[in-house]
């Protein structure tokens, strides 16, 4: 093969046989406008079409890369929209052709005004999720997400395993690719299955052959309405059109796809081979030697919020702020460079393409280019009008599915066109010691002579960090970890007649505040001792009988998730249990299940992605008539539904006085010490907290820490007396446990809600959640709640005591009820006025 001439960039097609056209009609650009044409050594695609506004190979202007992205997005606006701004596109589309054409003599006034052109999304698109490919469209996706203003991740080939694990969401192959595998791993599953419309972005479409993978995988999960496939090239043949239209017509979904340019490819049968040959032949002039550049550690994690990554699904929104802080902590160590790269890596694209813009702002006199690594293996050949002519090779840093290997940042290193410095931003949260040395991407950077500014940046985790003592509660982090937001800052107590109207006119969810806290008096401190001494074996003795069925139910490996916050200190004396009878460790979390909104759904997907779900069991002090264990049933359905994982719904309780569960300690209806205080016993933690303005979408529900109680805080002395009495009770509890079998479990039969409807009528209240069955729940009503009536069973009083004291110091009416179902019922006040006071307060 005789050597080819490349200053015309169609040389080496024409050499080679490839040939690509443009379908005029069907483009807003030309195909050639958008891609050269470059080599590499692989069988199952010789050729590699590197994208002239993509920026991940060739660095680019900032502002083209951006213009190009917000166009595709405008696109598929339109096709979900069709009145959305044709105008704007021809326009924005002619301004672009003119740039890449290099017909404009000022290009930086020309990209500014095509970026007014092309603003992010002035609203959202209801029911669409975007999903970019890895590694090359990551940053495209996300530009085409902004214009959409719709949830956003995606595909990566990076593992998510240990504290940082997410359960897959899906995967399938690229099989032309030179990594193969990808998966999802958004970490809200139910934002992707509950879309109506996925919206999947790649920078060029060849066959369609991934895309017709990713949409049979992501339909058999979830079978959506429509599928809008976009991509900056589409090159397909006439029969990959009807195998996407076939495709469509199987599942009985709408597939179309927009584009840039578009186009075909002819590739002759020899061209791997003749690919190969050229590569063989081609040869380049050594380069000289350059000095080493400097690498200079630019440690933003203190001064940068941490990055939570699109893999894991971000809301829409462009990441403005993040990237102008960043470019303001880089700016002053760029301010004599006139030549500046920012280059990200691998799937790290958008937020190093915003700072790059930002630092284009910023740096007026420089010019600032961008690109990023790549995993991709390159023939490299310094001749003008090849768009690969310099290649840096370096080790990966990051744990990814097909394991460690080399990776190649392009185009920084030839003679003219090196820069003065080149801004490395790598994934959040990667070690400096990984970026640095010998073999590392500052080391190969600095090689090319340019000056190094390496970027550290803290990563988010994918889903939140849950809280230990003693930083959160008084609790060993041995006992438990919450699964809970930390609210300690937050004001959001109410006084009780505030809260209780806002509650009962439908202004607030009782889980939207708090009521106050209080520092139990020296007379209410000695009656819980006293009914601790009086009721610790008996609490024992439920303690080891729940424990027994749940171990017998589950088996050792069962995963204990207490309902906060009254079934935390349950959880903890079954774990205490598991250890001493049986020398078990158990795992134990406290969650957040509010009424009428279900249980913590970021909770229960950091449960699914840690633990297998059937081997979780959900614990809570007690029952009263039944809602919670109801709300639970419906809300691990609603789970199911939503993200596709079934949890057990069954609910283990230390006392069911209302019938409502089979596993359980005990049906009497006693007093529970801990239901006598609130924080004091519970850990110095609030009730949970479910208020939109502090807990977004990925958070955990919320509680405070009330360490300013640390004096009263009485959490762990209830747990050293109720473990005392272990040894004690052992030996009956097994006895008990080996006489019977999961068979024999009663089941339950609500008698407890029929009684809470009869009273409801009985006194005209006419509402069952103004009714609080059971000494736990009446407990709380006097506590939280505005207290209408007392309702006790005759004999009873020995259980009552600190509610008999409670009523007395709040003016309550305490009336007998011959065989009431259960010891006591607080009623709250059905009809409350601001001015309402005394008894009927």
Excluded at 225 to 245: C, G, H, Q
Excluded at 452 to 472: D, I, K, N, T
Aim: aromatic share 6%; charged share 20%.
């Amino acid at each position: 093969m005789n050597p080819v001439d490349l200053a015309d960039g169609a040389a080496l097609a024409d050499t080679l046989g490839i040939v690509v056209e443009t379908d005029a009609e069907r483009s807003l650009l030309p195909v050639d406008l958008l891609v050269d044409l470059a080599l590499r050594r692989n069988p199952k695609r010789a050729h590699l079409l590197v994208s002239r506004v993509l920026a991940k190979h060739v660095p680019t202007e900032p502002g083209i890369v951006i213009a190009a992205g917000h166009l595709l997005g405008l696109l598929v606006r339109q096709e979900l929209r069709p009145a959305d701004g044709p105008d704007v596109v021809a326009d924005a589309a002619a301004r672009l052709r003119d740039l890449l054409s290099d017909d404009l003599a000022d290009r930086t006034g020309s990209i500014t005004e095509l970026g007014k052109l092309l603003p992010p999304a002035p609203d959202a698109l209801p029911d669409v999720v975007t999903i970019g490919y890895a590694e090359t469209a990551t940053g495209l996706g996300q530009l085409v997400a902004e214009m959409l203003g719709t949830y956003y991740l995606h595909s990566t080939r990076h593992t998510a395993v240990g504290e940082d694990a997410v359960r897959p969401y899906g995967r399938f192959e690229e099989a032309h690719s030179h990594a193969t595998s990808h998966q999802l791993i958004p970490t809200r599953h139910s934002a992707l299955r509950g879309a109506r419309t996925v919206v999947l972005v790649d920078d060029e479409l060849s066959t369609g052959a991934t895309v017709i993978n990713t949409i049979r995988e992501l339909h058999a999960v979830s079978a959506h309405e429509r599928y809008v496939v976009a991509s900056l090239i589409d090159l397909r043949s006439p029969d990959d059109d009807a195998a996407l239209a076939s495709l469509a017509a199987e599942l009985g979904c709408g597939i179309s796809v927009v584009a840039l340019g578009v186009g075909s490819i002819h590739l002759p049968a020899d061209l791997p081979d003749a690919a190969a040959a050229f590569i063989d032949q081609a040869s380049d002039t050594p380069e000289s030697a350059v000095a080493t550049g400097r690498v200079r550690v630019v440690d933003a994690t203190g001064r940068v919020p941490a990055i939570r990554s699109p893999r894991f699904g971000v809301d829409a929104g462009s990441a403005t702020e993040e990237a102008s802080s960043i470019a303001a902590t880089l700016r002053s160590g760029l301010n004599d460079t006139s030549r500046v790269l920012v280059l990200g890596t691998e799937e790290f694209m958008a937020l190093p393409l915003a700072v790059a813009h930002e630092l284009e702002q910023q740096l007026p006199s420089a010019s600032v280019l961008f690109s990023t690594s790549t995993r991709s293996p390159i023939f490299v050949h310094n001749e003008a009008g090849y768009p690969i002519r310099s290649s840096v090779t370096f080790g990966s840093h990051d744990a990814t599915l097909d394991g460690p290997g080399q990776r190649f940042a392009y185009n920084v290193a030839h003679p003219d066109a090196r820069f003065g410095a080149v801004v490395v931003l790598s994934e959040p949260g990667t070690a400096a010691d990984a970026l640095t040395g010998p073999g590392s991407i500052s080391e190969a950077i600095a090689g090319s002579g340019a000056d190094v500014h390496l970027v550290l940046l803290r990563a988010q985790s994918p889903y939140p960090r849950p809280q230990e003592g003693p930083a959160f509660g008084s609790y060993s982090p041995d006992d438990v970890t919450w699964l809970l937001k930390d609210l300690s800052t937050a004001q959001l107590e109410a006084p009780v007649a505030e809260r209780e109207l806002a509650i009962q006119t439908g202004r607030a969810s009782y889980a939207e505040s708090l009521p106050e806290e209080y520092e139990p008096s020296a007379e209410y401190s000695a009656l819980f001792r006293e009914a601790l001494d009086g009721a610790k074996a008996r609490v024992a003795h439920a303690v080891g009988v729940v424990t027994e069925q749940v171990l017998t139910l589950r088996g050792p490996d069962v995963v204990l998730v207490s309902l906060a916050r009254a079934g935390t200190p349950l959880g903890i004396l079954m774990k205490r249990w598991a250890r001493a009878v049986h020398g078990i460790e158990l795992q134990h979390y406290t969650a957040s299940i509010v009424r009428g909104m279900g249980i913590d759904t970021t909770a229960l997907s950091y449960l699914a992605s840690h633990h297998r779900p059937e081997n979780v069991m959900f614990v809570d002090g007690w029952t009263g008539k039944g809602a919670i264990a109801r709300e639970l049933a419906a809300a691990v359905e609603r789970f199911e539904q939503t993200d596709g994982v079934r949890f057990p719904s069954d609910l283990a309780v230390l006392a069911d006085p209302g019938h409502c569960v089979s596993i359980f300690g005990t049906r009497e209806d006693y007093l529970i010490p801990s239901a006598c205080l609130n924080s004091t016993v519970s850990g110095l933690v609030s009730r949970t907290v479910f208020n939109r303005s502090l807990i977004g979408p990925d958070d955990f529900h919320g509680a405070k820490f009330y360490d300013s109680l640390t004096a009263s805080d009485v959490s762990n002395v209830f747990l050293s007396a109720v473990e005392e009495q272990f040894g004690q009770v052992r030996d009956d509890v097994l006895a008990l446990q080996a006489a019977g079998s999961t068979a024999d479990l009663p089941q339950p039969d609500w008698s407890g809600w029929a009684a809470v409807e009869k009273i409801s009528r009985e006194y005209g209240i006419d509402n069952v959640n103004l009714v609080k069955p059971g000494v736990g729940e009446t407990t709380r009503v006097l506590l939280r709640r505005i207290p209408w009536k007392i309702l006790v069973r005759p004999g009873a009083e020995e259980n009552l005591q600190h509610i008999l004291l409670l009523a007395a110091q709040r003016g309550v009416d305490v009336v007998e009820v011959p065989d009431l179902p259960y010891s006591s019922v607080g009623l709250i006040h059905p009809v409350l006025s601001s001015g309402t006071t005394g008894a009927d307060a």
